[in-house]
């Protein structure tokens, strides 16, 4: 096992997503996302994906993010390293899960501000 606070998964990483065609009645996609969706998995998926977004981040872009609940609190652990490994910048934010998508953005402008700005246009510059 690897503890997660030293090696943090992508975005994203173990949550399942489920499908159903756009023609389905809105009420049965309803019906069937109140049986089948997990509501704290989902305020987790919302707080990464707001953090990897805000980050222009993507499948090329080392940038990693895990959200936890942690004492009632949503806690969100993430990240960017450059590509060679030499440079990481992580930081922590921790916030009310009432508002997953402000804590994503919340820790992505402070890993900007602590340098993963500089990390970032490295890499964009070299995957150009």
Known sequence: ELPTDTFTP????G???IE????????????????????QTETCLLAERAFLQKLQGGCSVPVFGLATFENGELQLNGGVVSLNGKRMIREIETGKSSDPIGLGYQL?????????EEILSEIRKRLA
Do not use: F, P, T, Y
């Open 10 to 13: 992508a975005v994203g990483q």
């Open 15 to 17: 949550a399942l997503a």
């Open 20 to 39: 159903c065609l756009s023609k389905m009645s809105a009420d049965l996609k309803k019906q069937i996302r109140k049986q089948l969706n997990h509501a």
């Open 108 to 116: 992505a402008k402070k890993v900007v501000e602590a340098g993963g």
